[in-house]
């Protein structure tokens, strides 16, 4: 090699490395954003408890709840979070006060697991439960910082890309913003690809099992696992199986227990498929087209837009043999059926119940190796970013 070419090399080399540098230099500023963020929610005296939202005026409220100062909200700006906070302060739903506090109790104690979690966390002291419940969703949000860098690292311009559209997506700060179980959620799902990923089928299995006690579609996690081939994976599978439905069948005859009802079905969250979807579509265009593109009515057709073009990436650009893909491809049969109070954006609903596809899409989008086809799917994919600042104050 002659002497310019080497000397052509080492630029190019350096300025590889100044590009790596100032992206993961982007990456620490964009927690730094996301952390003051946070920080914007606390209370002197109420700590993080404004991220919960608990209902002004509520007239049933847990009674250890009551003696822990906490920020209300206004009926219109409370959220589900509420509940579960209360349910974890009465882990094994044994409290008929705590059932009157909350609207479907026994849906509630269902999804147990993240109430357990924030239990265990504030070492059953109510103050610290209700405080621990109300950050779990932000110490997830930076393990899967951490996670995500596993499939898209942040030293290069696509990776960084990748990594901020799973982190500050719509669906995953919502949940920030109103303590939910979907970031805790994604987490474990994430964690069960990647056992996936290492061989270690069991230890997903039990991962999806376990995440099932925080929000039952979690359990589209054990999609993960590959097909079994030859007869020592299908006893492996066979084993796997048990260990995914175990917590579910044993926390649910436990239930039964207590309220003597069942707890399995919940058949109104669902609609005969793609009618929802084409309604809500329907219904979001014409609201933009009377509003604006930048009103709230164009934020939310943009986040129906990013998860239709999510859907369809999956659906044309079929890859089988990768564990992400098989996951998003699960939550693309569940968003078909999902009925129209989930699909309305002003809910919430939409990008946090799908938020294993938005990642899933945005990590298999990751293997795009030509840049023609990359942004174009990455831009209309992530659209719903260009609702993030309705959720969180980030700057």
Sequence with gaps: MSGAGRQEKRSDAAASTRAAIACRVIAVVLCAVFLRSVARFYHPGFGFTALIGFAEGQPNEAPALRGVPHVVHPPPASYDGQFYAQRALDPLARDPAVDRAMDLAPYRARRILFS??????????PAWIVEAYALQNVVCWFLLAALLTRWCGVSTPKGLSIWTACLFSHGLLWSVRFALLDGPSLLLVALAVMAVEEDRSLVAAAIAGVAALGRETNILAALAQPFPRSAREWRRAIVAVALLVLPVVMWTDYLRSIYRSTLLTDTEQWAVPAT?????FVRSVKAAATSGLLSGAGFNLATIVAITMQATFVAVRRQWK????????????????LNRVLWDPHTGALTRVL??????FNLELARESRPSRFWPWFIAGNLHLAGVFRVMPLF
């Excluded at 265990?120 to 002291?125: D, I, N, P, S, V």
């Excluded at 929802?276 to 809500?280: E, G, I, L, M, S």
């Excluded at 990768?322 to 059926?337: D, E, F, I, K, S």
């Design 116 to 125: 357990w979690t924030a239990y265990l966390a504030g070492f059953g002291r």
């Design 276 to 280: 929802a979807f084409a309604h809500v």
């Design 322 to 337: 990768q564990p992400w893909w098989r996951v998003a491809a699960g939550y693309v049969l569940l968003a078909l059926v």
């Design 355 to 360: 938020l294993p596809l938005t990642v899933g």
